[in-house]
């Protein structure tokens, strides 16, 4: 059981826009900032977005990340063959003293 | 370019002990704070341990804690984990990754920003 919620898999058609949402509660989500990665086994995760919405350089403007409350979103816009991965959100929970995930998000290009 | 890799995974069996290496470069690595990260089969990334800058700072999931140690060599630009009593459900891809502090206007927040390509490790009989 993750300490963050997000939809185990997401969808979409190549140019389509596609958001994948992350909820926890107000002690992580709601005080910290979010990080986004992107994974396919065998490699190295990739931070995606980081302080809830900033993209590190070399990441495509395409992927976007908001916050409000206790919940978070990653937006990946026009959709391309090569986004098809696993993603997930992760916060630094100071109650915890532990990184915390969300159970990852299987996104497929259709 | 930062470099960062792990090593040290192997096959070890129920109850044995293995100890992972985390190599950095391209970086002042005194200055990160450094964590262990792993991915098991058909599951999603989990936290495994945190270490501070001066090892001052040492945190471990529930999952490890008692059973796994984490250390740095600092003149060495290494990180390690010592892992024993290991278990079946400890199979997994390991990952070694920095942690940054960024700032913007209005907050300050940690962010995962270079990772390892990980190491394998199999508990199996």
């Known amino acids: 059981q993750s300490v963050l919620t997000q939809p185990p898999s997401a969808s979409g058609t190549p140019g389509q826009r596609v958001t994948i949402s992350c909820s926890g509660i107000?002690?992580?989500?709601?005080?910290?900032?979010v990080n986004w990665f992107q994974h396919l086994p065998g490699t190295a995760p990739k931070l995606l977005i980081f302080?809830?919405?900033q993209r590190p350089s070399g990441v495509p403007a395409r992927f976007s990340g908001s916050k409000s409350g206790t919940s978070a979103s990653l937006a990946i816009n026009g959709l391309q063959s090569e986004d098809e991965a696993d993603y997930f959100c992760?916060?630094?929970?100071?109650?915890?003293?532990?990184?915390?995930f969300g159970g990852g998000t299987k996104l497929t290009v259709l | 370019e930062v470099q960062i890799v792990e090593s040290g995974g192997d096959l070890v069996r129920p109850g044995g002990s293995l100890r992972l290496s985390c190599a950095a470069s391209?970086?002042?690595?005194?200055?990160?704070?450094m964590n262990w990260f792993r991915r098991a089969p058909g599951k999603g990334l989990e936290w495994v341990a945190y270490?501070?800058?001066?090892?001052?700072?040492?945190y471990y999931a529930d999952s490890v804690k008692g059973r796994f140690t984490v250390s740095r060599d600092n003149a060495k630009n290494s990180m390690f984990l010592q892992m024993k009593s290991l278990r079946a459900e400890d199979t997994a891809f390991y990952y070694c990754?920095?942690?940054?502090?960024?700032?913007?206007?209005?907050?300050?927040?940690?962010?995962?920003?270079?990772w390892g390509l990980g190491t394998l490790v199999t508990v199996s009989s």
């Open positions: 990754a920095r942690e940054n502090t960024y700032c913007t206007s209005d907050v300050c927040g940690g962010a995962l920003d270079y």
């Open positions: 391209a970086f002042t690595f005194i200055n990160y704070n």
């Open positions: 270490i501070g800058s001066a090892s001052a700072a040492i």
């Open positions: 107000t002690s992580n989500i709601g005080g910290d900032s």
């Open positions: 302080l809830n919405n």
């Open positions: 992760a916060i630094w929970d100071d109650s915890l003293n532990a990184w915390v």
